[in-house]
């Protein structure tokens, strides 16, 4: 059975793990949640095909792929076994390392290892397996990130209720213990990356990894072995050139510097915070900043120095420089085109080509812009809008038959004011009491074509009337003119057309 192909963005994202950071293939799978057989596959696939790195800018990613997986070359390469599968499988009485390989032959002849090979790349891989070892940090290569458990209540100067309880955000420097502290308003997506790019910012440069624990920002879906990473907190690392290695679960010594610099901060400054009344998230980081200052230049029991002395030695030359621009957070969001050419984003819609309808697209929101994604293909961008039920509308995006129905206000107003003072009253209340202008077109339209069944003098007296009873609906204007009314001066008629007004009877915005 044929391996499934990788995504191209993953294999870019591969090479570039691999050529700018040097990360072994291990590293790499755990980063990308990919096997170290299919880094593997795809590192061998990268040379047989004769391409060098960085790619140049003209290889596509359709070339790029046929280089790749089309080559006469790529076909001929041999694949690895499923070595999980063969350890399993041994564990068989009887089982042999011939019956496995035989079997493994008959999936594919042509790309199988020989017995010896075959039995050699087993004994590799399974000498890799179980090992255990003293943690080695090495200057500007892992910064270790986590939340502490306790928090710090924001409280209301006015009420004294608390408003929110700021989670304390930590990161330290493997090789240093070099600890940067923020509060933050939660552990939510945003605020996690933030407080990202504040830490780069503090420690003047980028680390080459990044640990971080298992929160849902962190890790869209945990696994020991193949972690799904949060899709921008991965563009993030993108942004600054580094990688990430979640922790896994249930594995405290894969995170040990964490949890050993959030017990220093909770002792350290939380302590020293716990009769502390704080009113806003400002003042409690400023605070914290003296503490943490305070903190990372203490002498250290076990090590020469303060921490900061050992940074400034250690792990401040090693670190990759911060890129031109810090990186602003974006929220990256699937959306499906509905059969109106607009997609929703916070409650608000946003036009699209109407030739994209049913397709699944990208929306990525700044805090300003809307940018809409096709296949990676930036497709249209809009303002944003803090408008909740309001609608972004390109005319370029709608098909020519709604260009041509699609009527202005002001035209329908124009049209209205041409009858008569009564119907340019009713065509701009329905106007009006729309959320957005476009969703009345079509009452109005109805009405103002009443003039060529009925004529304009009588549509006229018949929207007076409609204006004096307060109820210029559609059918109450259609009613009127069906039964002759509009032009009766009875008070009587008047009174019967009043409306009824009980807290049973659903009003006219009930329907809209």
Known sequence: MARKRTDMKKIKD???????????????????SLGPATVSEILSRFKSGGLSWPLPDSLSDKQLEDTLYNSEAVRRQKRLPNFLYLQQELKR??????????EYCAEDSATAYGYTQFCEHYQRWLKTQKRSMRQHHIAGDKLFIDYCGPTVPIVNPDTGEIRYNAQIYVATLGATNYTYVEAGRSQREEDWIMAHVRTFQYLGGVPRLLVPDNLKAAVSKAHRYAPTLNENYAKMARHYGCAIVPARPYKPKDKAKAENAVLIVERWILMRLRHETFYTLSALNA????LMEDLNNRPQRLYPGSRREQFELLDKPALAPLPTHPYEYIDSKRAKVGPDYHVLYQ??????????VGE??????????????????LITQHAKSPQQGGFSTQKEHMPDSHVKQRFSAERLINWADNIGAGTRGVIEWHIHSRKHPEQAIKSCLAILNLAKQYGAARLEAACQKALLLERPHRTVVLNLLKHHQESIPDTATEQEELPVTHHNIRGQHYYQ
């Not at 409650?347 to 994209?356: D, E, G, M, W």
């Open 93 to 102: 009485k009887g089982m042999t390392k011939l019956i496995l390989w035989e």
């Open 14 to 32: 591969v090479l570039r793990l691999k050529f700018e950071l040097g990360l072994s293939n291990r590293d790499i799978g755990q980063c990308l």
């Open 360 to 377: 699944v697209v990208t929306i990525e929101a700044s805090g300003h812009l809307v940018s809409i994604y096709h296949h990676n293909q």
């Open 347 to 356: 409650k608000h819609a946003y036009s699209v080509p109407h030739t994209l």
């Open 287 to 290: 605070r914290i900043k003296v």
